[in-house]
């Protein structure tokens, strides 16, 4: 078993989470964060606001992103890896990252079932 941890746009979240759900890929846990990679953040306060002519410029500020963390067993991880880049890889700074990690047990609460049977 492994988890997927997916960090993405705002603006990506919801067709990425329609398509996982699309190719049976239900069982997720997400949360809003903010963050920034290596690249410096930089934007424009008050861009393009008639009401104001201050304008300040901000640099190394946090991002708000989207994080969506699946556990999925060992030969899912391509199916959703490819999903989620045929929708956020847009070439660009900011795209998100996907980090893949070991899973060691998953217990349903529940039921006591373990292992991937804790998955379905």
Do not use: W
Not at 86 to 101: A, P, Q, R
């Amino acid at each position: 078993m492994k988890q997927i941890v997916i960090i993405l746009r705002p603006n990506c979240y919801f067709k990425t989470k329609q398509a996982l759900s699309d190719n049976r890929f239900f069982a997720m846990s997400t949360k809003e964060v903010l963050g920034r990679g290596k690249a410096t953040v930089r934007f424009t306060a008050n861009e393009g606001n008639p009401m104001t002519t201050a304008e300040k410029i901000y640099e190394n500020a946090l991002v708000a992103k989207k994080m969506i963390e699946m556990i999925v067993p060992d030969e899912a991880v391509k199916a959703v890896v490819d999903i989620v880049l045929s929708i956020n890889s847009h070439g660009t700074e900011g795209d998100g990252k996907i980090f893949v990690l070991p899973v060691e047990e998953s217990i349903r609460i529940h039921t006591g079932e373990k292992g991937e049977d804790a998955l379905i």
